[in-house]
């Protein structure tokens, strides 16, 4: 008999065995060294706000260790916020920092047990050709020589019962990013992000659909368009990931209706007369409007603006969207990326959306400048008893 296994939702009410993270390798594209340390910095402080509430793993570079160490001196895995943040030294030299991305996709079998999808990472359709980040997901899965004596899914402290999928073969070629799930059956993708052929040439839409429906234990897939990143005005190397435009909330009581349920999922909006922007949240919107989740119920739309609305000269390399946040234990981690207001607003909406949590603001510079966001830099493990 098949397994059967669920992507979960990451506001799940169980705590992470671990969020994965890393600072990008030394001879990873395009960072000059000042650069380079600013984002370690940003990471380190992302990090550092994040074991507040789960434990960190954060995988560094071994020529990067020292400085790394220095950094975190007051930070011990028992000291540096109430779980702590492991750092790990690892044998890739190019090694990117989106472990969204790069990283396996975790999911739960029938009996709750962890397996890690390897989905083919091939930088971004391209873009960024790695055979060490190619191989990232299967090395964390199945090898032990990146990371010294153990791989993380086994690691104890981390996960109880962790395993690779074994006898799983998935043939997709897509990222983390591209990903949104509700946990109940619903999945959201772009098309322009995965029935692309620099990701998926030949493969049809019924197939991928047959994959997620056998790897991810979902029963309603949402397509929206997306854009490519060769259209103009938007150079976006993921393809318009789902992580930066809509996330699902939580469902609750239908306002118009007490009888019925509601989803709820916030959206980007990027403000008016922003091609092709503007034009992805108007066919998002319109595309969620008239669909239904896997148990049948309408969505509640929540526009999230992003920042910097109403700049003269915006930039398309820039992530200002406040939609790509991190869902832990007891709390939401989200950017502030220094427009007061815009920032304080975000804050206000989130409040609102998630009222059993702490809102917590992390300032975002050099991994907005990437092109990211939080969502981006980050990947959890499930919890498994």
């Known amino acids: 008999m098949a397994t059967t296994y669920r992507l979960p939702h990451e ?16 001879e990873n594209r395009n960072y000059k060294r000042g650069e380079k340390q600013r984002l370690e910095k940003e990471l380190a402080n992302l990090a550092k706000a994040i074991s507040d509430h789960e434990h960190v793993i954060l995988m560094v570079h071994s020529t990067d260790m020292s400085r790394a160490e220095r950094m975190f001196k007051f930070c011990g895995f028992k000291t540096c916020g109430k779980h702590g943040v492991e750092v790990l030294p690892i044998e890739m030299p190019d090694l990117e920092f989106w472990m969204r991305d790069v990283a396996p996709t975790f999911v739960l079998d029938e009996n709750e047990n962890v397996h890690g999808i390897d989905f083919n990472f091939n930088g971004w359709g391209g873009r960024y050709p790695s055979n060490n980040n190619r191989r990232f997901a299967r090395h964390i899965l199945k090898e032990k020589s990146l990371l010294g004596d153990r791989s993380i899914p086994c690691v104890k402290s981390c996960v109880g019962g962790c395993n690779e999928i074994r006898d799983e073969i998935c043939d997709l070629v897509l990222e983390g990013g ?43 897939i949402i397509w929206v368009p997306g854009v490519p ?40 909006y990027p403000g008016e007369d922003r091609p092709p922007m503007t034009d992805i949240y108007k066919t998002t919107k319109e595309k969620l409007s008239q669909a239904t ?93």
């Not at 990903?179 to 619903?186: A, Q, R, S, V, Y």
């Open 229 to 268: 990143a060769e259209v103009e005005d938007y150079d976006e190397v993921t393809d318009c990931h789902i992580d930066g435009w809509v996330r699902f909330v939580a469902p609750i009581r239908d306002p118009k209706d007490p009888n019925k349920d509601v989803n709820q999922v916030v959206l980007n």
């Open 11 to 26: 506001g799940e009410n169980r705590p992470k065995g671990a969020i994965l993270m890393a600072w990008p390798g030394p």
């Open 293 to 385: 989740d896997a148990k049948g119920r309408a969505f509640k739309i929540i526009d999230l603006p992003e920042a910097g609305i109403g700049l003269k000269t915006p930039d398309p390399d820039r992530c200002l969207s406040y939609v790509n946040y991190l869902l832990v234990n007891g709390a939401i981690i989200i950017p502030r990326f220094g427009f007061r207001q815009a920032d304080k607003r975000a804050k206000e909406i989130f409040q609102g959306l998630f009222p059993d949590r702490k809102v917590v603001q992390v300032f975002l510079e050099e991994i907005a400048w990437s092109g990211g966001g939080i969502h981006c830099v980050t990947q959890e493990i499930p919890w498994t008893k």
């Open 178 to 220: 591209a990903l949104e799930t509700d946990g109940e059956g619903t999945l959201i993708v772009t098309e322009s992000s995965i029935i692309n052929p620099n990701r998926n040439r030949g493969v049809t839409r019924e197939k991928i659909e047959e994959e997620f429906r056998r790897l991810l234990g979902v029963t309603r």
